[in-house]
């Protein structure tokens, strides 16, 4: 049975209870597979396999369509009561929610009308385009999502681990990647350093395991999420290297073939 995250962020955890760690999260309009049911709480997996727990007053059952869908590539996008900078903000929606092509009601510049799964409508200022899914854009939405604050299990605008940083940026341009950062280091094939393209990603390791991850953009620097999203640099000579970085450091990754332009 399928089911629709109906609020803009919903948690996702470990064992059908709140006090268990949380696993990931799930943005509104995203469908979800129920496995199983105890009480109020649902065991769901995710697109990208992840499984876990979410209470039952996230999730509501409606028909999906992603054919002419929109997604965010803003860290927050605000949205509206009615079609003005002026009103009533009802909602922020995060970077990487889609919005399908069934919910939108009407795209006259410069906003978007969209119903919620509930049917409520909102309205999304549109600064300009969306983009295509280029290297470019994957480094210039990394760097809107600067000092947004690291989250364990987190993969939205209002926080995110590592993998769930890079996993929401491509979601972002319409790619979809594995949900931890093994799992990405797995699907793709290393690169030397003088190679590295931008949209590449850069791989850590503790403990012979794969720990970390984060995003090539250019001159050895890289964007991730550690503490919150910031830069840092794989030169020792660069003021924003980290001796960590050195100690750490795993390999460059081609994003190549998933991204061919």
């Known amino acids: 049975m399928k089911k629709i995250i109906n ?9 059908p209870s709140f006090n268990s760690e949380m696993v990931t999260q799930a943005l509104l309009w995203e469908s979800v597979t129920v496995i199983e049911q105890k009480n109020d709480w649902l065991k769901v997996e995710q ?3 992840y499984v876990g727990w979410i209470q039952s007053f996230y999730l509501t059952t409606v028909e999906k369509k992603k054919t002419g ?3 965010i590539q803003d860290r927050l996008s605000p949205i509206y009561s009615r079609p ?3 009103a009533d903000i009802i909602d922020y929606l995060s970077v990487g929610t889609e919005i399908p092509g069934n919910a939108i009601i009407d795209q006259t510049p410069p ?6 799964p509930d049917n409520t409508t909102g309205y999304l ?3 300009k385009a969306y983009e295509v899914d280029t290297r470019k854009t994957l480094v210039r939405t990394g760097l809107k999502l600067h000092g947004t604050p690291y989250l364990w299990g987190g993969k939205s605008g209002f926080g995110f681990d590592c993998s769930g940083f890079i996993q929401t940026l491509f979601f972002s341009i319409g790619v979809e990647l594995p949900r931890d950062s093994h799992q990405q280091y797995e699907k793709l094939k290393p690169v030397e350093l003088h190679s590295a393209s931008p949209g590449d990603l850069v791989f850590f390791r503790t403990n012979d395991k794969i720990s970390h991850v984060g995003i090539y953009m250019h001159v050895e620097r890289f964007i991730h999420c550690s503490g919150s999203v910031k830069i840092n640099s794989l030169n020792c000579d660069d003021p924003l290297y980290e001796s960590w970085v050195t100690e750490k450091f795993d390999s460059i990754r081609t994003i190549k073939p998933i991204i061919t332009k």
């Open 7 to 15: 609020t803009s962020v919903a948690p996702i955890y470990r064992e």
């Open 47 to 49: 697109w990208d396999g």
């Open 69 to 71: 869908s929109v997604i």
């Open 84 to 86: 003005s900078v002026a």
């Open 111 to 116: 906003f978007l009308k969209f119903a919620y």
């Open 125 to 127: 200022f549109k600064k």
